[in-house]
């Protein structure tokens, strides 16, 4: 079984998993708070997923398994975990949410401060139970600022970072990128930062509040890119070029049986390009002397190169500029993912068989340690699967106290 391998570090000790042992509560919704989650439980954490007596909203949000199961929410984001109900709006279901928070290392909220304190989640409360614990608050706007009370989600995020001002094509509306990228990234950085006070805790032996905000992620992308700095010392707004890349040379183009892309950053890169195609001048021509000059000029170069791909197969194209060492890439459509050689070699399809359902292709784990690896060992658990184990095997509590539970509606 692969929840038996013991792997043996580079001091011969034997080890599980980097983050065995750490018990995770995860009240996680949607994508940012619950794939946090699912990243600390590929690591070897304990991780129970907690919802109401029935389940959460996100159990109806699409796309939908033919049987009426949510793929992300049912079947992606909880791998890994285990599964239990609990009311913690009731005062019995408060004090048992209390007793589980004494016996774990890290709780996972994905609410605003207003939701934290109505479902007992505060970290001020959480503390005076357990002062060692971890809450890793994950929302819209974060705990603090006149914002922290609006719900939002990753197009909200994207919205109000300024990064759909400048996305998509010259005279479109303001344009969300299609990829949910503010709601995974912010998991990501919600299970940094769990790890990182979790090594705090190590040291001191102290718990603390880690508050990781949707916008403050969207912005720091945007900001991080150097747009609010472009602004502020060139008094320039940026502005939308569709697949260009802004200051440099990239675009993408279509080859005879589908698109491509090309990114020629640098003057190394950009004259292997030219020679490529035949139009060594292109090098020495002024106008494109280098990565700013080519950004302003994009459009004089575009047709050149346009007209060079339009000859060739994308197949045929990643192989001439792979050999010249010229950065490029097939465009893919989602049906050409499964296959992708790359992605098989790597193993970032993980593919799970679900009775009644069939195969389910997920995201494999990341990132890749060399010593202690992640994996996906748990199916995703049926809503309350595990309330016999949490609730008798952890608490103590007893088939009758369960019974009692189940009809005042706490689990």
């Given amino acids: 079984m692969l929840e038996d391998i013991v792997l043996i570090n580079r001091k011969g000790d034997l080890m599980k998993k980097v983050l065995d042992g750490i018990r995770v509560l995860d009240f996680g919704r949607v994508v ?18 907690i919802e109401r007596p029935g389940g959460e909203f996100d159990r109806s949000l699409g796309p939908m398994t033919p049987d009426g199961r949510a793929i992300v929410y049912e079947l992606i984001t909880p791998r890994n975990k285990k599964s239990i109900t609990l009311n913690t709006r009731h005062p019995e279901g408060l004090k048992i949410l209390d007793e589980l928070v004494g016996k774990s290392s890290m709780v996972i909220s994905g609410f605003t401060p207003e939701g934290n304190r109505l479902m007992g989640l505060e970290y001020d409360r959480l503390k005076q139970v357990n002062p060692a614990i971890i809450l890793v608050a994950i929302s819209g706007f974060g705990q603090t600022g006149p914002y922290r009370n609006r719900p939002a989600f990753d197009s909200i995020a994207q919205a109000e970072s300024g990064a759909m001002s400048y996305s998509g094509f010259p005279g479109n509306p303001p344009t969300r990128a299609a990829v949910p990228y503010v709601d995974f990234s912010t998991a990501i950085i919600g ?3 769990a790890v990182l006070a ?51 040379y990239t675009d993408a183009f279509e080859a005879r049986d589908g698109w491509i892309i090309i990114s020629a950053i640098g003057n190394p890169i950009w004259g292997r390009l030219a020679a490529v195609i035949g139009h060594e001048e292109l090098s020495s021509n002024p106008k494109f002397a280098d990565d700013d000059s080519r950004y ?20 045929e194209i990643i192989e001439i500029l792979e050999a010249n060492r010229v950065p490029c890439g097939r465009v893919n459509k989602i049906q050409d993912l499964t ?19 069939g195969t389910v292709p997920a995201p494999g784990v990341i990132p890749r340690l060399s010593e202690t690896p992640g994996t996906v060992e748990r199916d995703p658990p049926h ?10 095997g952890l608490l103590n509590y007893s088939p009758e106290d369960l019974e009692i539970f189940r009809h005042k509606g706490i689990i």
């Fill in 32 to 49: 940012a708070s619950a794939f946090c989650g699912t990243m600390l439980a590929d690591m070897g954490a304990d991780v129970i997923k």
């Fill in 191 to 193: 299970a940094y930062g």
């Fill in 198 to 248: 979790q090594l705090h805790f190590e040291r001191t032996g102290c718990g603390q509040l880690v508050d990781v905000s949707m916008f403050d992620t969207a912005f720091t992308f945007v900001a991080g890119a150097g747009v609010l700095a472009e602004k502020t010392l060139l008094d320039r707004i940026r502005p939308q070029i569709g697949n260009n890349s802004y200051y440099n």
């Fill in 296 to 315: 302003w000029n994009r459009d004089l170069i575009r047709p050149v190169v346009a007209d060079w791909v339009a000859r060739y197969t994308s197949s």
């Fill in 339 to 357: 296959e992708n050689p790359q992605l098989q070699i790597r193993n970032m399809i993980a593919d799970h068989h679900y009775a009644g359902i």
């Fill in 383 to 392: 809503l309350g699967e595990h309330n016999q184990e949490i609730y008798q």
